[in-house]
């Protein structure tokens, strides 16, 4: 047997599932998780301590993004599932799947509040430039400059630090306090996996990033003598309206396909470790810069 016959959802997968018994991956909630990896490993290199591998505040900021993005998409299923049981039959909505994501989040929150109401112009300004910014960063012009209206996130995406995956970070819980209730019964703020060293438990991300995250940042810049304009948005409201279809969201608690057991124990990073050794190596205390130029095959 392949590994890749053993595809499948895994423990922990988060899901909506709809009351026929349709599934659609909540892929918010995997962003989530890498966001605040990167944004918090960013915290401890700003607290002068080393972190393991290779974490970047841009990347953070992307990743914030794509929580708000994973958010829509959700939502906007549910609106094309009301929209194709004749839900809302005076409402005129001609969004698709494919729309942009700035279209459907206009779309939801006209079609959930009954067409009377649209998102806030601040939030929807601050969900802009994160989308630009993230454009910026990935395509080509990541190092020219944006015009910056109602973000404080970097205008030359490029140049970003931590200070911008915190700014990403706010907008994000903004955009998701926007959305929380709209579906009965369900909260959709992120839950993200708080660290500790003796237990493990998802907590929501509005909480852990007013409670420990932004004020462990200010103590961080005040240790370095420095300060900050970024902090968490507050009263952008919510949306106005909930779906009418029956939802939930649903979490594995068991692997759809479990591996095997492993007949031995591969200890990955003192191997890659080991690999590493047999390469041209740099003299004891020196850095190596990644090199892109023309070498031969090795």
């Given amino acids: 047997m392949n590994l890749e016959d053993l595809r499948g959802s895994q423990v922990g997968d988060v899901a909506l599932l709809f009351d026929d018994s349709?599934?659609?991956?909540?892929?918010?909630?995997?962003?989530?998780?890498?966001?605040?990896a990167h944004t918090v490993n960013?915290?401890?290199?700003?607290?002068?301590?080393?972190?393991?591998?290779?974490?970047?505040?841009?990347?953070?900021?992307?990743?914030?993004w794509r929580v708000i993005e994973g958010t829509v998409a959700l939502l906007?299923?549910?609106?094309?599932?009301e929209r194709e049981s004749g839900l809302r039959p005076d409402l005129a909505d001609s969004t698709d799947e494919r729309a942009d994501v700035l279209d459907k989040w206009s779309a939801i929150a006209r079609w959930f509040s009954n067409g009377l109401h649209?998102?806030?112009?601040?939030?929807?300004?601050?969900v802009v430039e994160l989308r630009d910014f993230r454009n910026s960063f990935e395509h080509a012009t990541r190092a020219s400059t944006r015009t910056r209206k109602h973000s404080k996130l970097a205008e030359a995406p490029a140049a970003a630090n931590v200070a911008d995956a915190m700014e990403a970070m706010a907008i994000c819980v903004a955009a998701s306090a926007y959305f929380r209730y709209v579906l009965p019964g369900t909260d959709l703020m992120p839950q993200i996996v708080a660290p500790s060293r003796e237990h493990v438990m998802f907590e929501p991300l509005d909480?852990?990033?007013?409670?420990?995250?932004?004020?462990?940042?200010?103590?961080?810049?005040?240790?370095?003598?420095?300060?900050?304009?970024?902090?968490?948005?507050?009263?952008?409201?919510?949306?106005?309206?909930?779906?009418?279809?029956?939802?939930?969201?649903?979490?594995?608690?068991?692997?759809?396909?479990?591996?095997?057991?492993?007949?031995?124990?591969?200890?990955?990073?003192?191997?890659?470790g080991t690999w590493v050794e047999t390469r041209e190596t740099p003299d004891p205390g020196m850095f190596r810069l990644p090199s892109y130029g023309v070498r031969s095959q090795q």
């Fill in 118 to 126: 649209s998102p806030p112009s601040q939030l929807t300004g601050l």
């Fill in 22 to 36: 349709t599934v659609v991956s909540a892929a918010f909630h995997y962003h989530a998780q890498i966001a605040f």
């Fill in 76 to 81: 906007h299923r549910v609106l094309l599932r």
């Fill in 207 to 272: 909480v852990v990033a007013r409670e420990a995250l932004f004020p462990m940042y200010l103590r961080l810049l005040e240790a370095r003598g420095l300060g900050t304009d970024i902090s968490l948005y507050n009263g952008l409201g919510q949306i106005r309206g909930q779906a009418l279809v029956s939802t939930a969201l649903i979490v594995r608690y068991e692997d759809e396909n479990s591996l095997p057991d492993a007949v031995q124990t591969i200890d990955v990073l003192s191997d890659l």
């Fill in 42 to 64: 960013e915290l401890i290199r700003l607290s002068g301590q080393s972190v393991p591998m290779h974490w970047d505040p841009r990347v953070g900021s992307v990743e914030w």
